[in-house]
């Protein structure tokens, strides 16, 4: 069994993937539960996404669908986002959120469940070094939402990454995080990840 180091920068990365998604996605929908009922209000709502996290992202995003009850269970399919080069960085086919609305009212952000299915992400290199996914959103101010994701999973997941000396693959990866992040604090967070090693044929295996 192999165990990933640096686990600890992936893990600030997806819990900021996730809470810059959801949160521009509900401030979107919030009001749009009837809405989201005909295929009109549907594609309204996935342009309007798809608007925000355009310009949230600097290599521009897209947006497949919206579907289900912002009350319940909210669905996004095919979401892509790109890195600085423009190309897909992070792709979602299927993305499932639970929540309750109330948190909104008062700068706390709780999403019950979040559910990524069939995700395929590219960590490429940029000068002078680094990752290009660390430098996805936009310069702005910091939030000052207080964020609990805890019941975060990722499903069949591939992960292709620059070393610096060549390229590996984590195929068939799953992913469980526990998280919260409250404004001005530190982040606190529990992680499983298990997946499978292409280039070693090996399993490896976090928390």
Do not use: C
Not at 190 to 198: E, G, I, M, N, P
């Amino acid at each position: 069994m192999r165990h990933v180091h640096g686990w600890r920068r992936a893990l600030r990365w997806v819990q900021a993937f996730f809470a810059i998604v959801l949160s521009l996605v509900l401030f979107v929908i919030a009001a749009a539960a009837l809405v989201l009922k005909t295929a009109w209000g549907r594609e309204l709502v996935r342009t309007q996404v798809q608007a925000r996290l355009d310009d949230t992202f600097v290599g521009g995003a897209t947006l497949g669908g919206v579907h289900g009850n912002p009350l319940s269970e909210l669905v996004l399919d095919n979401l892509v986002i790109n890195g600085p080069d423009k190309q897909p960085a992070i792709a979602i086919k299927e993305l499932r959120v639970k929540l309750p609305l109330m948190p909104l009212i008062s700068h706390q952000l709780r999403v019950d469940e979040v559910i990524a299915n069939d995700v395929d992400v590219i960590l490429k290199r940029q000068a002078p070094g680094g990752y290009q996914i660390a430098h996805l959103p936009k310069p702005g101010p910091k939030s000052t939402w207080n964020i609990a994701l805890p019941n975060v999973q990722v499903h069949r997941g591939h992960v292709k990454m620059d070393t610096g000396k060549e390229w590996i693959d984590l195929d068939n990866l799953e992913l469980y995080v526990d998280s919260s992040m409250p404004f001005g604090g530190p982040v606190d967070a529990s992680v499983s990840l298990a997946a499978s090693y292409r280039q070693k044929q090996a399993p490896i295996a976090v928390g």
